[in-house]
């Protein structure tokens, strides 16, 4: 096979877990990675995507989010009520087969990974070969994220700096090629010559460094039609076109104009451009190399995206909520399920979730993303999911909300006065100067989260699985002073857990005693 014919609609490269009642014809195997087209088809006998990198996942969701628009013609607000139309595919229990076909075999040849001889390469551009050095590519390792390159951690991979470039497969190289357009960073990168000027940085990626919020059913088929984004009343298919239907590469010498749809915005946002190289040497299914510089030159589109938890900061500046490993997802929940959750940074619920509950009961939530700072430093991948949540979303079931919310809150107050009465029982211990003590309590602090938020997280899920979705019961079976204790006591043990060590000198024993008092929100008596 030569690189040429690697075409991503029939190739298997998409990682794929098919439900449990599906099989091959013939009682067959099924295959561990499929196409756009079989994915496509069979969407309702696959569980969900098996993409091991968190960034890549939310990548091919976009991707395929703009293909089910497409195929469903859910892509215009009209004609008739979207909503409704939409319920009737989820009726129809799978995609238009008819649709899928028609598109596909349409746009076949925009689907090659390498060059078809037309010019146009899957989500890339050739014209780098010409405008970029090809003595000074990017190289390989830079094209895989998990691969240790530039402040990337070692444990991303196993090949050192030192050691050969090894190509790549095709289908992984396709996965990374989707990570540099979402997720890649700003700063230096290959010089890219365009009408005599030259130039080496690229802006970050339109997603770099959030968190990426999905509704999630029990099939494929569920989690693409609940994430889709209902269209402005003004958008037209023919205007709102993805990378691989525009008529002409985009001219990087301008700033391209503000995307007039769900389509352009889900797949034609990146920062950056990419041509793979081929490995010629082996049978076509190898990536050698790969240039990668930005995109476009003039002011950059204003960040926006329907998936995301928007916040403000105190400077008025509106940002995407951070990836942070650290912070677990139940944390993050009533931001999805409300409205107008509370908070000083007023988050803003991710425009996906304002309708995805009407699809279907029992949608959970996947949140995916890249701890990673806004330029080269990658840190680690956050993959996590709630259970069952979005038929108590606000707008579907608008009692619980308050109650959601005033769980994590108790949660995180008590998580936060944990934090403050460590920090001040090591000071009283330690009588050591602020800068010094830091470290010490800063250990203690970090140990005592350690052992809190994983029971904070357990019993919040606990009272969340208590609530009741009929309307029955007026306190929807929120018990806020049960709670309170609940998450005082997990606190309490926490703290006398961290603090034991020092408690059998007397010292020790008053500086606990009397930093205990954080954990009940009481004011701070003054020193004399």
């Not at 107050?413 to 330690?430: E, T």
Request: glycine share 8%; charged share 25%; net charge neutral.
């Amino acid at each position: 096979m030569s690189a040429g014919m690697y075409n991503l609609i029939d190739e298997a490269w998409i990682p794929v877990t098919w439900s449990k009642t599906a099989s091959g014809p013939d009682g067959s195997e099924l295959p561990d990675r499929v196409g756009f087209r079989r994915l496509l088809l069979d969407s309702h006998l696959i569980e969900g995507l098996a993409v091991p990198e968190a960034p890549a996942h939310a990548a091919v969701l976009r991707v395929l989010y703009a293909l089910t628009l497409r195929v469903t013609r859910l892509d215009e607000a009209g004609p008739g009520d979207w909503g409704e139309r939409r319920l009737d595919v989820w009726d129809e229990g799978r995609l238009p087969k008819r649709a899928i076909t028609e598109y596909l075999d349409g746009l076949h040849d925009r689907f090659h990974l390498f060059d078809p001889g037309n010019g146009r390469p899957w989500m890339q551009d050739l014209r780098l070969r010409e405008q970029c050095d090809p003595a000074n590519t990017a190289g390989v390792d830079k094209l895989v994220v998990t691969r240790p390159s530039g402040n990337n951690h070692n444990w991303f991979g196993r090949l050192g700096m030192g050691a050969p470039h090894q190509p790549v497969s095709a289908a992984d190289a396709a996965l990374n090629l989707l990570v540099w357009h979402y997720w890649g960073p700003s700063g230096r990168c290959s010089s890219r010559k365009v009408d005599g000027a030259a130039d080496a940085h690229s802006s970050a990626g339109p997603l770099r460094t959030a968190l990426s919020y999905h509704p999630e059913g029990d099939t494929l088929f569920e989690t693409l039609l609940a994430g889709l984004v209902r269209p402005e009343t003004t958008v037209k298919r023919t205007e709102d076109l993805c990378p691989w239907e525009q008529p002409a590469l985009p001219d990087p010498g301008v700033a391209p104009r503000p995307h007039p749809g769900p389509c352009s915005r889900l797949t034609a946002r990146s920062q950056h451009a990419l041509l793979l190289v081929p490995d010629e040497s082996g049978n076509g299914g190898r990536v050698r190399d790969a240039f990668i510089t930005w995109a476009y030159r003039g002011e950059r589109l204003t960040r926006d995206d329907d998936y995301l938890v928007w916040q403000t900061s105190q400077q008025g500046n509106r940002y995407p909520r951070p990836a942070d490993s650290r912070r677990a997802l139940w944390r993050d929940v009533d931001a999805l399920l409300l409205k107008e959750p509370p908070g000083a940074s007023q988050p803003q619920q991710p425009k996906v979730f304002l309708e995805a509950h009407e699809v279907g009961e029992g949608l959970r939530v996947r949140a995916l993303g890249f701890d990673q700072d806004g330029q080269a430093k990658d840190n680690q991948f956050v993959d996590a999911a709630t259970p069952p949540v979005l038929d108590l979303a606000e707008r579907g079931n608008p009692a619980t909300a308050p109650a959601v919310a005033k769980a994590r809150q108790l949660g995180e107050m008590y998580g936060r006065r944990l934090d403050r009465a460590v920090k001040r029982a090591w000071g009283a211990y330690s009588r050591e100067p602020k800068a010094k003590g830091k470290t010490r309590a800063d250990a203690w602090a970090a140990e005592a989260a350690v052992r809190y938020w994983p029971g904070a997280e357990a019993e919040f899920w606990h009272r969340f699985g208590l609530l009741d979705r009929t309307g029955a019961r007026e306190d929807v079976g929120f018990d806020a002073g049960a709670a309170r204790k609940a998450f005082l006591r997990l606190a309490e043990e926490a703290y006398d857990a961290v603090t034991h060590t020092v408690t059998s000198t007397q010292r020790g024993a008053e500086a606990v005693f009397e930093a205990r008092i954080e954990l009940y929100g009481r004011p701070r008596k003054a020193r004399p």
